[in-house]
């Protein structure tokens, strides 16, 4: 009941497109972060396809394609909307990661040394960018690079990195059984310690990084996928060296 003598000072409630404005930013938020993570995961696996048969056959006119990822890129960047433009800068990071794989399995392959001191070719650019406009391409380079590194170390401690000269410079018909022969020495417990570790330390890495939203989902995103594609590799090596992708 209203009092004798106050004054209504009830406001008109505000208009629904202007309530539908506030909402939509976290919303849109919410759904724009999932499809980037992905996008990103896509990437990682694209090269597993595309960029290992294409490398081995013609090396000099795969690496001329990071001219035309970069440019896609920019295209992208500066004209695309969304999750376009969240591509765009996706594809900065993959054609840094997509030119240093090139350029080693190329001409480097063959010396598992030099593997990650070639694909880090672009890691002073990645750090100087993580926090700048490029930061989703930084981050899924520097990501990549982990992985890499994780990779690299695993196969090392495992005791199977003799292996990878032997395997690609084996003639085409032996090459099967000495892959095999790899991935069953992983098999063995002094082996499959590191791989284990490895495994935990990658997912922990990527659960941090998810918690932390923005460019670390994207981080995140390409750990797992890293580490989906080394146990894929594996299997293959075990049941059908031919498709691993390696020979």
Same mark, same amino acid.
């Given at each position: 009941?209203?009092?004798?003598?106050?004054?209504?000072?009830?406001?008109?409630? *505000?208009?629904?497109?202007?309530?539908?404005?506030?909402?939509?930013?976290?919303?849109?938020?919410?759904?724009?972060?999932?499809? @980037?993570?992905?996008?990103?995961?896509?990437? @990682?696996?694209?090269? @597993?396809?595309?960029? *290992?048969?294409?490398?081995?056959?013609?090396?000099?006119?795969?690496?001329?394609?990071?001219?035309?990822?970069?440019?896609?890129?920019?295209?992208?960047?500066?004209?695309?909307?969304?999750?376009?433009?969240?591509?765009?800068?996706?594809?900065? &990071?993959?054609?840094?990661?997509?030119?240093?794989?090139?350029?080693?399995?190329?001409?480097?392959?063959?010396?598992?040394?030099?593997?990650?001191?070639?694909?880090?070719?672009?890691?002073?650019?990645?750090?100087?960018?993580?926090?700048?406009?490029?930061?989703?391409?930084?981050?899924?380079?520097?990501?990549?690079?982990?992985?890499?590194?994780?990779?690299?170390?695993?196969?090392?401690?495992?005791?199977?990195?003799?292996?990878?000269?032997?395997?690609?410079?084996?003639?085409?018909?032996?090459?099967?059984?000495?892959?095999?022969?790899?991935?069953?020495?992983?098999?063995?417990?002094?082996?499959?310690?590191?791989?284990?570790?490895?495994?935990?330390?990658?997912?922990?890495? *990527?659960?941090?990084?998810?918690?932390? &939203?923005?460019?670390?989902?994207?981080?995140?995103?390409?750990?797992?996928?890293?580490? @989906?594609?080394?146990?894929?590799?594996?299997?293959?090596?075990?049941?059908?060296?031919?498709?691993? &992708?390696?020979?």
């Amino acid at each position: 009941m209203p009092v004798p003598g106050a004054i209504a000072t009830l406001s008109p409630p *505000a208009p629904a497109s202007q309530q539908l404005r506030i909402a939509a930013p976290s919303v849109q938020s919410r759904q724009a972060r999932f499809p @980037v993570a992905v996008m990103a995961a896509m990437l @990682v696996v694209l090269p @597993v396809f595309l960029q *290992a048969p294409w490398v081995r056959l013609q090396p000099f006119s795969a690496s001329l394609f990071t001219a035309c990822l970069l440019t896609v890129a920019l295209l992208l960047d500066r004209h695309g909307q969304g999750r376009w433009q969240s591509l765009g800068g996706l594809l900065v &990071g993959f054609a840094g990661c997509w030119l240093g794989g090139c350029l080693f399995w190329g001409w480097f392959r063959l010396h598992p040394a030099l593997h990650l001191p070639v694909e880090a070719f672009a890691l002073p650019l990645a750090l100087a960018g993580l926090n700048g406009r490029w930061s989703n391409g930084c981050a899924f380079y520097l990501a990549s690079l982990v992985g890499t590194a994780c990779t690299d170390a695993t196969m090392a401690l495992a005791g199977v990195m003799p292996f990878w000269p032997l395997v690609l410079n084996a003639p085409l018909a032996d090459a099967p059984d000495l892959l095999s022969l790899a991935g069953r020495q992983l098999l063995h417990t002094e082996a499959l310690l590191p791989v284990a570790l490895a495994a935990v330390g990658l997912l922990w890495a *990527a659960r941090r990084l998810w918690r932390a &939203g923005g460019p670390g989902r994207i981080a995140a995103a390409v750990l797992q996928t890293t580490l @989906v594609v080394d146990g894929l590799f594996l299997a293959a090596a075990l049941l059908c060296p031919r498709l691993s &992708g390696l020979i």
